[in-house]
DNA sequence: CTCATGGTGTACCGATCTGTAAACTTACCT
DNA sequence: AGGTAAGTTTACAGATCGGTACACCATGAG
């Protein structure tokens, strides 16, 4: 049970569940395109769910990292990082692979609240939420948490609109629209 | 068959799909709750698909008619209009039953363009997409199709923050960040 | 060599999935 | 009454679901 046989099976099983859904894709087919056996599998993680929730983990770990580097390569102010977001949005919209957010699937999929995947979903968007905020304190922005929540409405809906209708339009108006909110939000001070 | 008995089925389908998901409820279970056998709704509706698509239908009739009828109650200018849609939601959200949109839902859950499912519920989002451009239209906006495109973002992930985090920040924010960008946007003429 | 140990493949479990076949009941029309 | 057609029940088909029992096989230790 080498350790990173099992990051190579949470690396697949989370590209497909992104491609084909949760309730979707039963474990045959995941120990079918993984190569392991089910005994394996079901060696590493105790239930589909532990899997799941494995996979969550490995995409708000990459999601969040890669979110948060790559706004630091772009701009060097806190507003200017908010901003800069909706460029890697833009990006990630125009990838081959983009089938909208991992997270608001697995919370459509489960949605009871006390679910622990349902949970584990709403905690990558806290987090997302949380780093907002930090970013609009540092920028000096009277109503830091409102604000963020708005970045982050704008985000979701992005998200949403670009998996639904194109990735064209949302991923500009929303960065437009944040630029105009950035603009005239009153500053504390 | 009785045409009655068919809208009573798909009304009933509706529920349990918005509830539970797609994938997740069976024809048996749908059979059971509903109270009829499962021969008579294959009568009804050839395969799962078609029941789906029959709801989702049904869906967009409801939601659409009931939003424009509540916007067009609560305010009398297209302006106002616009900005009365997130007080819909805002009660929508705090409704019990509250679980999301249930096409981003169906949109996660057939994740493939070409699916009709998918496709359908891509169609809904146009036709909101439509009817806030008509609205920015008439209102006077120099833009209107990007001025309803950064709408539909609010409005997608304010319900998608509702769903995940809870009803009142994104209901508020939603609003607040609406009216900024209705009053700083360019007026044609 | 012998034996324990840990990972493997095969074959299977009962439940549930979508969908169907066929006989039966009910209600209406003449 | 007799016939027709809708709608019912029951039973089932074939596939797939999540999950497991068990025999097999490699490797390293004594």
Do not use: H, L, N
């Given at each position: 049970m080498r350790p990173n046989k099992r990051d190579e099976l949470v690396r697949k099983a989370l590209e497909i569940f992104y491609r084909d859904g949760f309730n979707a894709t039963g474990m045959d087919r995941l120990v079918v395109e993984t190569g392991v056996s089910k005994t394996s599998m079901y060696k590493h993680f105790r239930t589909k769910e532990d899997l799941i929730l494995a996979a969550l983990r490995l995409r708000d770990e990459n999601f969040r990292n890669s979110l948060f580097r790559e706004c630091e390569g772009r701009a060097d102010t806190p507003e200017g990082q908010i901003l800069a977001m909706f460029d890697v949005l833009a990006d990630w919209f125009a990838q081959?692979?983009?089938?909208?957010?991992m997270f608001i699937k697995a919370s459509a999929e489960f949605?009871?609240?006390?679910h622990p995947i349902n949970a584990q979903a709403a905690e990558h968007k806290r987090l997302l939420l949380g780093w907002l905020t930090g970013l609009a304190q540092q920028a000096g922005f009277a109503a830091p948490e409102q604000l963020a929540m708005q970045m982050l409405l704008l985000k979701e809906g992005a998200i949403v609109a670009a998996a639904m209708l194109g990735a064209e339009g949302p991923a500009r108006e929303a960065k437009d629209a944040a630029r105009l909110l950035l603009d005239h939000a009153p500053r504390s001070g």
């Open positions: 081959d692979g983009f089938r909208g957010c949605q009871d609240k006390a």
